[in-house]
């Protein structure tokens, strides 16, 4: 019992490490965040390390505690990635990652995901408008299948904007960031508009 107690006070510790690393140096990537606040608190046992869940409720706790302004930021955050969406309307992004689940610091990037099964169209679109972008990869699964999608990353009114290009066969997929992990959260133009309506900074 003594074991487990202790076990669970250093999760707790681990995600609060994890939560301000997030909030003040910008890491968006969850388990580079706990990868570097386990070192911090000298833990080398992964099963000590807390869920993404535990660091996001930590990660709030911290934001009403440090950064009240962060719902503030986090609006402009979700202006601007509606703006994105009516710049590319024919496109039908979806807004996944920080800015729409309410992490999200006031340095961080705009995540979309596009299903097509044209994504050159996207990257022409891209250059008929005279926006210079680069070209990364994304790991996903889909069930215990590993997808490497290929991600078009660029600026758009000096935030980072990446766009994971993804097979409308995936469209109704459960896809997830790690094979235990939850299902990666997305909204479309409608809900992004109620989210800034509603002004909420955290999604349930």
Same mark, same amino acid.
């Given at each position: 019992?003594?074991?487990?107690?202790?076990?669970? /006070?250093?999760?707790?510790?681990?995600?609060?490490?994890?939560?301000? /690393?997030?909030?003040?140096?910008?890491?968006?990537?969850?388990?580079?965040?706990?990868?570097?606040? %386990?070192?911090?608190?000298?833990?080398?046992?992964?099963?000590? #390390?807390?869920?993404?869940?535990?660091?996001? %409720?930590?990660?709030?706790?911290?934001?009403?505690?440090?950064?009240?302004?962060?719902?503030?930021?986090?609006?402009?955050?979700?202006?601007?990635?509606?703006?994105?969406?009516?710049?590319?309307?024919?496109?039908? /992004?979806?807004?996944?990652?920080?800015?729409?689940?309410?992490?999200?610091?006031?340095?961080?990037?705009?995540?979309?995901?596009?299903?097509?099964?044209?994504?050159? %169209? %996207?990257?022409?679109?891209?250059?008929?408008?005279?926006?210079?972008?680069?070209?990364?990869?994304?790991?996903?699964?889909?069930?215990?299948?590993?997808?490497?999608?290929?991600?078009?990353?660029?600026?758009?009114?000096?935030?980072?904007?990446?766009?994971? #290009?993804? =097979?409308?066969?995936?469209?109704?997929?459960?896809?997830?960031? =790690?094979?235990?992990?939850?299902?990666?959260?997305?909204?479309?133009?409608?809900? /992004?508009?109620?989210?800034? =309506?509603?002004?909420?900074?955290? #999604?349930?």
């Amino acid at each position: 019992m003594a074991r487990n107690s202790e076990r669970n /006070l250093t999760r707790t510790r681990i995600a609060h490490l994890a939560a301000r /690393l997030m909030a003040q140096d910008g890491i968006e990537d969850y388990g580079q965040a706990k990868r570097k606040a %386990a070192r911090q608190a000298g833990v080398a046992e992964t099963r000590q #390390l807390p869920t993404n869940d535990e660091i996001d %409720a930590a990660l709030k706790e911290y934001r009403a505690l440090f950064q009240q302004e962060h719902a503030g930021q986090l609006h402009e955050l979700r202006r601007l990635a509606l703006e994105v969406m009516e710049q590319f309307s024919e496109f039908n /992004l979806q807004l996944t990652g920080p800015v729409l689940t309410g992490s999200a610091g006031r340095y961080a990037t705009v995540h979309f995901q596009l299903y097509t099964d044209n994504g050159k %169209a %996207a990257e022409l679109n891209l250059i008929n408008r005279g926006i210079d972008f680069s070209r990364d990869e994304q790991r996903l699964y889909e069930g215990g299948v590993l997808l490497n999608a290929p991600v078009i990353v660029f600026e758009y009114q000096g935030v980072e904007v990446r766009i994971t #290009l993804l =097979s409308l066969n995936n469209q109704r997929a459960q896809l997830k960031t =790690s094979p235990d992990g939850k299902a990666v959260a997305r909204a479309g133009r409608d809900a /992004l508009v109620a989210l800034l =309506s509603a002004r909420i900074s955290q #999604l349930p």
